[in-house]
């Protein structure tokens, strides 16, 4: 535990996860972790919102301006993802239809949910092959960046992965060590899915590209993370676990893989030498 954590230790002993230490802070309500009061509504119960113009404006902004920072950026397996899922660049998808492309390609689903869910909440679904997403959109002061979840970033960042085989196994398996782990071991997975979903790179023969969530839904992210103010290290998993981080900044270190078979043995083979799964 580094001098960070140990002013934050919650009432089982368990180190703060970053969202925890940030809400203590009283930085953002929407980033305060609640806990699903019963089965989130999944697959094609979920209704789709009477969203506003605006919110379809906010939508087709966000949309525009990502997908052209895509190319020679975002990985081929990201890049298949947004084709796959069809997403309409002029109105706010349907979670029900996306759910089915998902269901369709990895056998995964969606869940509606209202906002950044408690860690044990997340880890039941993602261990079920059921990915939670928020159906509301972050406001026009925030088209660079928010460190609250939002339907942007759930959506754009996150689906188009869980279309690859490998990555989606991966996060599955994520969520089922997750399930298990206690004290040292749920801050050591926090920073694997931050370094690895939420900001990681990866090494292709045409050069390094991005395939974290919280990079690709983010501009700044986007072309802060392939510039050289980010020192980047060769994933290994006893490397990230030791990177603490911050979500309120631009990342300075991140990780790159060689592949998604190789994110997904080493994690299997570091979460078995654990005993978490
Ligand atoms: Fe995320």
Redesign the pocket.
Same mark, same amino acid.
């Given at each position: 535990m580094n001098a960070v954590e140990s002013d934050f230790v919650s009432a089982d002993a368990s180190p703060l996860s970053a969202y925890e230490k940030a809400a203590l802070g009283g930085n953002d309500p929407r980033c305060i972790p609640q806990h699903l009061d019963g089965p989130p509504p999944m697959c094609s119960e979920i209704v789709y919102p009477n969203y506003t113009e605006e919110e379809h404006q906010i939508w087709q902004t966000l949309y525009r301006r990502q997908i052209e920072l895509l190319p020679n950026r975002a990985c081929e397996e990201f890049l298949r993802g947004v084709e796959m899922l069809k997403l309409n660049p002029n109105k706010i998808p349907s979670l029900a239809e996306l759910s089915n492309v998902l269901e369709a390609q990895t056998d995964w689903c969606i869940a509606r949910i209202p906002g950044l869910l408690h860690e044990q909440d997340f880890f039941k679904l993602l261990a079920e092959r059921v990915f939670p997403s928020t159906d509301y959109i972050r406001g026009k002061d925030e088209m660079g960046y928010t460190p609250a979840?939002d339907l942007f970033?759930?959506i754009f !960042?996150?689906m188009p992965m869980l279309t690859n085989k490998d990555f989606a196994d991966f996060y599955q398996l994520f969520g089922k060590a997750a399930l298990n782990a206690k004290g040292s071991d749920r801050t050591a997975l926090e920073r694997f899915h931050w370094f690895t979903?939420?900001f990681g790179l990866i090494e292709t023969p045409n050069g390094r590209r991005i395939y974290g969530? !919280?990079t690709l839904?983010s501009a700044t992210e986007v072309m802060h993370s392939l510039s050289d103010d980010v020192v980047v290290y060769p994933f290994s998993p006893e490397r990230v676990i030791n990177q603490d981080y911050d979500v309120w900044h631009l990342q300075p270190i991140l990780f790159a893989i060689e592949s998604f078979e190789e994110l997904k043995q080493g994690f299997r083979d570091w979460t078995r030498l654990r005993g978490l799964l």
């Open positions: 979840p970033h759930d !960042g996150h979903v939420e969530a !919280g839904s």
